[in-house]
């Protein structure tokens, strides 16, 4: 029978360590930690005191033998070991049924996060590749890419094939420049996706291409615009001050062009052409920031309105705004120190799934970092998280 909770996907993982002088097990080791991401402790030694003033309520759900849980030195070592593979492959053998029983439109932002203080397993800053769905909230994919952010449209080429054979319900891929490539393109239009890529300096010819294009978008009325009202005081902080975000983007259907960008550009698949123009105002209209971004996208100029792909875009952000601002605001990812190799990838990792978690199986109406503090508070909750 196929195993359908969290605790079942998990204790099917391999352990890597040498069967000498083995306490406590792999899998129980691995779900502490995720159980402790789901409260937001990410400190080992905070952990295990935690761990260890609720281990009468712990130690059984999670396959413990053992009167007190392992030391942090021994957690440490434990996940430093753990390949993101297969946590993943793991994860995604529960994330298949959670995904089969929602309503998603299919649409996946790709983007990659530092760890400003974690170092991967060669000992270079640690930089992952996120795969986020849209409209769930949930990471579906995660690899390392080392130092080097250019790596992130090669190491997405390498694992689409699975992507799409693990999750065939996904349909269009967002993403920034760098996934701007004809090789990756041409991939995901062979395997019936959709892509929406945003073009910049690292593609020149395409970028002189669309702003000659629009070099006279304001004078004409725009395909579709939107204005959202962002925060509830007017305090002049960051977060909790009125702005107003407008969005306004001019949709280019000009035949030429756009048989000079897919052809003579080598952007495989592309139909539209895609300006947006971003101002964001306080309270009193006063424009603290305008820029002016450009985007390429292979859906189908017929079947696809202006407001549908100015929604696209803006979703694309919510991989900034829901996953990498929470781990770093809430979860503290970017201040938390990790010098031991590989384990601030496992962290990285486990942190992901946390946050997929509760956007599945969290109450709704709570907000995620006060569904953290509850399983803080009452371990139970987390449990019960564990065997849905």
Known sequence: MRATTLLDVFSQLEDPRSPRGVRHPFSGIVVLMLLGMLARIREMEVLVRWARVHWDQL??????????????????????????????????????????????????????????????????????????VHDLQVVI???????????ESTLLRQHLEQLLDTYPMLRLFTGDAFFAQRPLVELMTARGCDYLLQVKANQQETLDALEHCFAKATERTPTAETTEKRGLSRKPVVFGSIWTLRLVAWQARLQATAEYIREVLDLTGCQIALRVDRELRTADGEVVLADVRYFVTSLHPEQTAAAQLLRHVRGHWQIENNLHFVKDRWWDEDRHHTRRPGLSACLAAINNAALSIHRLRSDPELPVRAAADYIAWKPAIGTQLLHS
């Open 59 to 132: 130690k059984e759900p999670l396959g413990f033998d053992r009167d007190q849980p392992p030391c942090a030195t021994t957690i440490s070592r434990t996940l430093a070991g753990c390949q993101i593979g297969n946590f993943q492959a793991a994860l995604d053998r529960w994330l298949q049924d959670c995904l089969a029983q929602a309503s998603t439109t299919g649409v996946l932002a790709v983007d990659g996060k530092t760890a400003k203080q974690g170092i991967d397993s060669d000992g270079h800053p640690l930089h992952m590749l996120n795969a986020f």
């Open 141 to 151: 994919g995660q690899w390392s890419t080392g130092a080097e952010k250019t790596n």
